[in-house]
């Protein structure tokens, strides 16, 4: 009995110590064998769990400001604007006087040939003009005649700007009321085109002239009001989250560094609540004066802009500054907190090109000078990112580093290439602001033509790398909207050539211009000796041919060729088409056979100019506008009266001006289309529900981004 007891012991004991290696092995955990333990690592769940904090304070300003009636109705908040907008005004009259100053210093010949070369001027109004020195009696007529005087004199500020030169012109320190009579006008302008440097301008100087005068143009029943008070309140600044995408940040675990890209700092709330310190008995609004001509809306007017000034006070303060030091401290301890990973630094790169992008969204329009200042920015973004990746210290973490840059610049072109782009109607895209450049001046120069030229020959590694930047690997979408633009000029028939340099005397330039209204001259300079240097622009018609031979046949738009694949009535098989005597034109359709395979016609129900330009095949023109036409080994029918005839004999004749490339290159995209349609209504049990799970994977991915 006792024996069996011991036995019996042993056993337990026994297994008690596998039970304890186990057990500490598993605690031990050597190599991490058993995986390491459960934390939260810098993934997209990490982003969405930092949206979900939506907004965080990191700085506050308490202050107080003193506002009255006046201030509202005047809104001196806009002082800096007008400031800026009187500069520029002031700027314009200034280069019209300069002009005036630069025409009589020539001769009087010179001016006679240069202001009235037909001689179209009466006797009296050439001298006065032309001939006469300036003076008050004919320099409105002189600025008139040489310049844009007309649209000047109806700039912003222009009146006050005048009044405001007058009287510092005459040392008077009246206000700027009201516009100048003719007369003083007329004498202000003499007396500045006289003046070499004119010091009496000062745009500070000016919006406080400005202002004062405003206060006394009020109306007596608005300038009657009497109401001042003090406003005390809160104005907090922080993060808002809910802005915040995985490709805006990166953190170098070995280091401890987060670096943040486009999340900047901004003003979330400024309020003027009734009580300030409602336990000291403290008012938010303390009333300094008032009179029976205010009532409750001019009331709330003064407390709405007792706001504004708060806000103001609080950004002339440091806020902004405030918060981000204050928010890099509070991220770095939440990203502790999430990851378990100790952040020692926080850099906040406040990216140029992601504050464009934000700005160009505004108004959900892209003009020429935004997008061009915009891709400046992406050609210097690049470099930078090659620099990184080339950066041989610290190998690994630039080029994480590159790689955030990268993924930023893409998410940034993405959002801007669904706007529309000045007139165009295509949206903004990689050539848009090149067909722009052609279409504003009416012609392609030597530069231009370069750099369509250009698209036809091997590219750089950093040609390349810009292109992919913008179409990711989608290489028919770039050729595509190439495609386009070139055909707009071949239609729209824009002369190509180069500007040519030349000089000539005054005599045979004024003799040359009278008799040729179609020559396009720039860059006109008249030199001494009277004689006049200048660039006209020759047409090269063999290069227009050259454009026509550039363009590739076909079209393409990504979701759009989504839809046709995936859709299986795009592309009908007729077998047999020996027993189809006629095929119907129909705009939304056009019919393929391929000579190696006559016992079958291929039916797309696509419309033919949504995959190529019929106007270049010479099949949709008045022009010859043949019904079928031989491609490659494929013959395209938009329509026959006879079939069996027309396959035996279809029409063989190449449009004018296309090469065989081009032609073999349409083939290739029609091929590309019925070839993907069969493969995607073809394929196995296991593709499709391979492509049924990453269909729900990036539906999910889409949901979720959604809500980042």
Same mark, same amino acid.
């Given at each position: ?33 058993? !995986? ?48 800026? @907008? ?60 040489? !310049? ?178 204050? !928010? ?314 006879? @079939? ?20 073999? !290159? ?43």
């Amino acid at each position: 009995m006792i024996r069996q007891i011991l036995g019996s012991a042993r056993l337990i004991l026994q297994i008690l110590l596998v039970v304890a290696a186990v057990v500490l092995i598993y605690m031990w955990n050597p190599m991490n064998v058993f !995986g390491g333990k459960a934390i939260l690592k810098p993934t997209a769940n990490m982003v969405s769990e930092i949206r979900e904090i939506g907004q965080m304070i990191t700085a506050e300003y308490y202050g107080e400001v003193l506002t009255s009636i006046d201030e509202v109705q005047i809104d001196f908040q806009k002082e800096p604007e007008i400031a800026q @907008l009187a500069e520029a005004t002031y700027d314009i009259i200034a280069e019209e006087i300069i002009n005036l100053r630069n025409f009589h210093l020539l001769t009087v010949e010179q001016r006679l040939e240069i202001g009235d070369p037909e001689k179209q001027l009466k006797r009296r109004d050439r001298n006065k003009i032309l001939v006469d020195k300036v003076g008050n009696n004919n320099v409105l007529e002189k600025l008139n005649y040489l !310049g844009d005087w007309e649209q000047t004199s109806r700039l912003i500020f222009f009146e006050e700007i005048m009044t405001f030169i007058y009287l510092k012109q005459n040392g008077k320190s009246d206000e700027i009321t009201d516009p100048l009579r003719e007369n003083r006008l007329r004498k202000t302008l003499k007396e500045w085109y006289g003046s070499e440097g004119d010091n009496t301008w000062d745009p500070a100087t000016f919006t406080t002239d400005y202002f004062a005068s405003k206060l006394s143009d009020r109306p007596r029943s608005e300038a009657k009001k009497r109401l001042a008070m003090i406003g005390r309140g809160t104005v907090k600044a922080g993060f808002d989250f809910e802005e915040l995408q995985s490709h805006m940040y990166y953190l170098n675990e070995e280091v401890g560094e987060l670096h943040i890209f486009g999340l900047a700092p901004k003003i979330l709330n400024a309020d003027i609540n009734p009580w300030f310190i409602p336990e000291k008995g403290i008012p938010g609004f303390d009333l300094l004066s008032y009179n029976g001509k205010v009532d409750f809306k001019d009331s709330k007017k003064v407390k709405i802009y007792a706001v504004q000034k708060l806000k103001t006070n609080a950004r002339k303060a440091g806020i902004i500054e405030q918060a981000e030091l204050n !928010g890099g401290q509070t991220i770095g301890r939440l990203i502790n907190l999430l990851t378990d990973v100790e952040v020692k630094k926080v850099f906040f790169h406040h990216d140029e090109l992601i504050d464009l992008t934000k700005e160009i969204q505004e108004d959900r329009f892209i003009s020429y000078e935004e997008a061009t200042l915009f891709e400046n920015h992406l050609k210097s973004e690049l470099e930078k990112i090659d620099s990184l990746r080339e950066a041989t210290a610290d190998r690994y973490n630039n080029r994480k580093l590159a790689d955030t840059k990268w993924n930023t610049m893409v998410q940034m072109l993405k959002q801007l290439q669904t706007y529309e782009f000045e007139s165009q109607v295509s949206p903004y895209n990689y050539f848009a602001t090149l067909w722009y450049r052609i279409a504003k001046d009416g012609l392609i120069d030597q530069e231009e033509w370069l750099a369509i030229e250009g698209e036809n020959k091997p590219k750089t590694p950093q040609k390349e790398q810009y292109e992919k930047l913008w179409i990711g690997s989608d290489s028919l979408l770039l050729k595509s909207q190439f495609n386009e633009g070139l055909y707009q000029i071949i239609k729209d028939s824009i002369p190509i050539g180069k500007y040519i340099p030349d000089t000539l005397s005054l005599q045979k330039w004024t003799a040359l211009t009278a008799v040729d209204s179609n020559s396009i001259f720039k860059e006109v300079t008249f030199l001494p000796e009277e004689k006049v240097a200048y660039y006209h622009f020759e047409q090269d018609k063999d290069t227009k041919e050259k454009l026509t031979q550039m363009i590739g046949l076909e079209k393409y738009q990504p979701l759009e060729w989504e839809n046709w694949i995936t859709n299986k009535e795009v592309i009908l098989r007729i077998p047999k088409p020996d027993t189809v005597n006629t095929l119907k034109a129909n705009s939304s359709m056009f019919w393929l056979v391929d000579k190696n395979a006559v016992d079958q016609l291929i039916q797309i129900n696509i419309p033919l100019d949504q995959l190529t330009y019929p106007l270049l095949l010479s099949m949709g023109g008045q022009d010859k506008p043949y019904t079928n036409m031989v491609i490659g080994n494929h013959i395209v029918f938009k329509s026959s009266d006879n @079939l069996s005839l027309e396959l035996e004999s279809p029409n063989s004749n190449p449009p004018s001006g296309l090469s065989q490339k081009q032609l073999e !290159g349409l083939e290739a995209h029609l091929i590309k289309l019925y070839t993907d349609h069969d493969s995607y209504h073809n394929r196995d049990f296991l593709t499709k529900a391979n492509r049924w799970f990453t269909s729900k994977m990036e539906s999910k991915a889409g949901i979720l981004d959604k809500f980042k």
